[in-house]
């Protein structure tokens, strides 16, 4: 490599891209935006990595891996792993274009006609939710996350702030877009209450079953925010309702609990958005204990990484469901798609949409029709970066929120 470049951009929400280019001025893109702590994952590829890579060949992919994964001493983490998947991702971006080929013919080649994605259905109410999932529908989305308001929240994560604005790209200010990590100094603060969210989902799903029928693919997210034995009966609250998956239960730190939260239920469990290593998976895979991988390219340490997890996970009938809001930019986006569209174990792709803001300034090629996501053919990832368009919106600081209990103020799990 003869450069490389940290970029920090904001078209929308914050995003941090490497750009690496070789002698031959070719050029790949890597994506290392860590939702919230944008500028530490900046200065570690800056201040460490950046150095390393001068000089390198753009060509061992695995070495530079190993390089900068075994050799750092300080291994794993979301920071790490994050700067290690933007170098990772932008060295296949260069060997795909090297070769003229679409990435994911160096992957394997195709396996499917496309990704199937989920899209965010969500509203204040039930009323609300079922225009957003008539609204998806309309669009092609073939799959939906379900979200909704609680009786007696003023607000909750997840959920739009007007169901219209949950779909396109409508410049509306309400838009789902910032997937609400606001652009303040410090994160806003929410409330909450597991009582009444463990009462309010399961007739949530009903009123989507009776009203949309037994076809269509529902998810849901919690958010971390039970205990075992809450989770334990929030998914066999669901089970009549049949869902695709039930979403991060459980806070990731102890994942031993989900033998608990697996005894008692056969709501089908995905998890791994915040894990980034394949070490995270261990035993949730050797105890079958989960059924979908959250993991994104982004923040498991590139393609190289999550092809490995994704390899060890098929051994277990486990499939992927690679985490996709918009705080993963379209080059960590495309890293998925070419790899979804590769593996044997691909399951389903989250797909958000970014803002018209971002894809000016990503150009992206990938494609969504009639559900499924493609990655377009052109050689490697198929994104780019319009320096000038990045230049129009400087960073700012924005922040996911935090919870406290609507009880008595105490901080709650995410
Ligand atoms: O950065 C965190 C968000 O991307 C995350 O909260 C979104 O849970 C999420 C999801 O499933 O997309
Ligand atoms: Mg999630």
Not at 63 to 76: C, E, F, I, N, V
Request: glycine fraction near 10%.
């Amino acid at each position: 490599m003869v450069s490389a470049e940290v970029l920090v951009t904001s078209p929308g929400r914050n995003f941090v891209t490497l750009r690496l280019r070789t002698e031959d001025g070719v050029v790949g893109f890597g994506d290392a935006t860590v939702n919230g702590r944008e500028l530490a994952v900046a200065s570690y590829l800056g201040d460490h990595v950046v150095p390393l890579l001068i000089g390198r060949d753009a060509h061992a992919i695995e070495d530079t891996w190993q390089y900068l994964y075994r050799g750092a001493y300080w291994r794993r983490g979301p920071i790490t792993m994050a700067a290690i998947a933007a170098v990772d991702t932008a060295l296949w971006d260069i060997k795909a274009k090297l070769a003229g080929l679409p990435l994911y013919q160096l992957l394997g080649g195709r396996s499917r006609r496309g990704c199937l994605a989920y899209g965010h259905a969500s509203g204040r109410d039930i009323p609300e939710l079922f225009d957003s999932i008539r609204a998806h529908l309309d669009q092609g989305y073939r799959a939906l996350r379900i979200q909704t308001g609680i009786p007696g929240l003023d607000s909750v994560y997840g959920v739009a702030a007007s169901a219209n604005s949950a779909v396109g790209n409508g410049g509306s200010t309400a838009r789902y877009d910032h997937e609400p990590a606001r652009r303040s100094p410090a994160p806003a603060e929410e409330e909450w209450d597991t009582r009444a969210y463990l009462r309010h989902a399961p007739r949530v799903f009903e009123a989507v079953r009776n009203e949309f029928g037994p076809e269509l693919p529902l998810l849901h997210d919690a958010h971390h925010r039970l205990t075992p034995i809450q989770a334990a009966r929030l998914g066999k609250d669901l089970e009549p309702y049949d869902l695709f998956w039930l979403e991060d239960v459980t806070p990731a730190e102890n994942t031993a609990v989900l033998r608990r939260v697996r005894e008692h239920t056969t709501t089908p469990l995905a998890i791994g958005e915040v894990f980034n290593t394949i070490w995270d998976y261990r035993a949730l895979f050797e105890e079958q204990l989960i059924d979908y991988v959250r993991s994104p390219v982004t923040h498991a340490g590139g393609i190289t990484a999550l092809r490995r997890i994704l390899d060890y996970a098929s051994v277990y009938q486990i499939k992927s469901g690679v985490h996709g809001p918009t705080d993963i930019s379209p080059v960590g986006l495309a890293a998925a798609l070419h790899l979804g569209i590769a593996v044997a174990n691909f399951g389903i792709q989250e797909y958000m949409k970014h803002s018209a803001a971002t894809d000016q300034v990503f150009r992206p090629a990938y494609r969504f029709s009639e559900g499924l996501l493609n990655p377009g053919d052109g050689p490697g990832l198929g994104v780019d970066y319009d320096d000038e368009a990045a230049t129009a919106h400087p960073y700012t600081p924005a922040y996911l929120p935090v919870n406290r209990l609507k009880l008595d103020g105490s901080l709650h799990d995410w």
